[in-house]
């Protein structure tokens, strides 16, 4: 069931969305506002206009929604291909005029890229913190040797101010689950990496790690180049 895919098409042909509610493993579940995938260039936070700024090359869209990014790229003649595993997410780029959207899981790909982008802390979809180390390994295969890996994410250590930090597992390793229409998605593990440990996990796997910009909310753009 594409619960999320259902939400992004009610907003795409209708202009208006039920509550998406993402429930989480760290407290109440929250709204998640299905318009905010549909903004335009002037919707969108510095922070991912910076990362478009950065795009060179051929580019691989991951977990690209309903092709927002991707649609700006194409606007700049960038060649980008746009993925995302949600059937509906990626019937609807079509429909919007993306050039080159395609249904596709990140570790299944094999072409080479020169830009791996990541949006809206799309590099949480490698779940877990090894689940990350595993895909710096991978992405060495389809990155050309100059490429680079360009994604946002944030520390949320501030999640535990008043609760324990977990014992048996890294702070940033949440498990969320969609609603939509009082239908709920199976869970899914999703990681936010702090930019310290990123760091870190960076050197250990031979990536220089640039932090290029941190905005007001403490979200951070990572540029990793071999």
């Given at each position: ?181 009082k239908q709920k998605g199976n ?40």
């Amino acid at each position: 069931m594409d619960i999320y895919g259902n939400a992004l098409l009610d907003y795409y042909q209708t202009g208006k969305a039920e509550i998406l509610w993402l429930h989480n493993s760290y407290g109440e579940p929250e709204e998640m506002p299905v318009d905010v995938f549909f903004r335009n260039e002037d919707g969108m936070p510095e922070i991912e206009l910076k990362a478009l700024n950065l795009c060179k090359g051929k580019v691989l869209d991951v977990g690209a929604g309903v092709g927002s990014h991707a649609l700006l790229l194409d606007q700049k003649n960038i060649d980008v291909t746009a993925i995302d595993i949600s059937p509906i997410a990626v019937q609807i780029m079509q429909d919007r005029g993306v050039k080159n959207p395609q249904l596709q899981n990140i570790f299944t790909v094999r072409e080479k890229y020169d830009t791996l982008l990541f949006m809206m802390n799309g590099i949480g979809l490698t779940g877990t913190l090894q689940g990350f180390e595993d895909f710096l390994e991978n992405a060495k295969q389809i990155l050309i040797p100059k490429g680079q890996l360009l994604f946002d994410s944030s520390d949320i250590s501030y999640l535990y101010d008043d609760l324990p930090m977990p014992l048996n597992q890294y702070f940033g390793e949440i498990s969320f689950c969609y609603e939509y229409r009082k239908q709920k998605g199976n869970w899914f593990n999703w990681l936010y990496i702090d930019p310290t440990t990123l760091q870190r996990l960076s050197k250990q796997h031979g990536w220089n790690c640039k932090i290029v910009y941190v905005d007001e909310q403490d979200q951070y753009l990572a540029q990793l180049t071999l």
